[in-house]
C-alpha cells in the first residue's frame, strides 16, 4: 500500500542552524512527493512539491529531492529562523487513489 | 483568488447530535477532498468529490458522510457524534481529480463533549 514515514520529533534548534526531516515513502509506481507546513491555529500550506525521481522541489530555502532508489524525499534548510517553527507534513499523492497519504508530522521549535 | 474557505471555524457539541461542516473551494476546482486531524492518529483522508460525485473513500465508517453542490462547494456530515470525533476536519481542493496540487482551507475545530 501507500504510506510514509517521518522523523519523529519534535525538533528543537537554534537560530541559524541546518534542518533536516527525513521522510521515506512505500509506494507502487512514480507517486508525487509533497511538504506541508502547518502554523499553529491554521490549515496546511504547500511548501515544495516534486513529481518525478530526481526532481528538487524549493521554497523559502528549503529544499527536497525525490530520490527513487532510497524512497525518500527530506526536507532540508540552511538556515532556519524562529518564524519557521512549525509542524511539517510529508505526503504522497498516487494518481488514481486521489488522495494525499501523509506522514505523522515533525514539529519544529526553533530558539532564538 | 480566494483560497478554501471553511465554515464554521469551531464547533461544539455533545455526543449523539449530528453536524454539518461546508467547504467552498478555490474559484474554478472541481475537486473536493475532506481529511481529518487528530493528535493520534495524524491526518487521514476521508473522501473525495469531484462533479458532484464521491470518487473515493477512506476508511470511516458510515456516520461520516458527504456531499458536492454543482458550484462544487462540499458539505460533509456526521452523525451520532462521538467523543473521538473530536478532531480539527480540513478541506482541501484541487482543479481537476487528477491534480496532485492541493491546497487547504484553514479548517473546522470540531469538540464533542
Known amino acids: 500500500g501507500n504510506s510514509v514515514t517521518q522523523m519523529e520529533g519534535p525538533v528543537t534548534l537554534s537560530e541559524e542552524a541546518f534542518l533536516t526531516i527525513n521522510c521515506t515513502y512505500t509506494?507502487?509506481?512514480?507517486?508525487?512527493l509533497f511538504w506541508y507546513v502547518q502554523y499553529p491555529g491554521e490549515g496546511l500550506q504547500l511548501l515544495l512539491k516534486a513529481t518525478k525521481a530526481d526532481d528538487k522541489g524549493s521554497n523559502k530555502g528549503f529544499e527536497a529531492t525525490y530520490r527513487k532508489e532510497t524512497t525518500s524525499f527530506h526536507l532540508e534548510k540552511g538556515s532556519v529562523q524562529v518564524s519557521d517553527s512549525a509542524v511539517y507534513f510529508c505526503?504522497?499523492?498516487?494518481?488514481?487513489?486521489?488522495?494525499?497519504?501523509f506522514g505523522t508530522g515533525t514539529r519544529l521549535t526553533v530558539i532564538p | 483568488k480566494a483560497g478554501v474557505t471553511q465554515t464554521p471555524r469551531y464547533l461544539i457539541k455533545t455526543r449523539g447530535q449530528q453536524v454539518t461542516l461546508s467547504c467552498s473551494p478555490i474559484s474554478g476546482h472541481r475537486s473536493v477532498s475532506w481529511y481529518q486531524q487528530t493528535p493520534g492518529q495524524g491526518l487521514q483522508f476521508l473522501f473525495e468529490?469531484?462533479?458532484?460525485?464521491?470518487?473515493n473513500k477512506g476508511n470511516f465508517p458510515g456516520r461520516f458522510s458527504g456531499r458536492q453542490f454543482s458550484n462544487s462547494r462540499s458539505e460533509m456530515n456526521v452523525s451520532t457524534l462521538e467523543l473521538g470525533d473530536s478532531a480539527l476536519y480540513l478541506c482541501a481542493s484541487s482543479s481537476t481529480g487528477q491534480s496532485n496540487e492541493q491546497f487547504f482551507g484553514p479548517g473546522t475545530r470540531l469538540t464533542v463533549l
Open positions: 509506494a507502487t509506481g512514480y507517486p508525487s
Open positions: 468529490y469531484f462533479s458532484e460525485t464521491q470518487r
Open positions: 505526503a504522497l499523492f498516487k494518481t488514481g487513489a486521489n488522495n494525499l497519504f
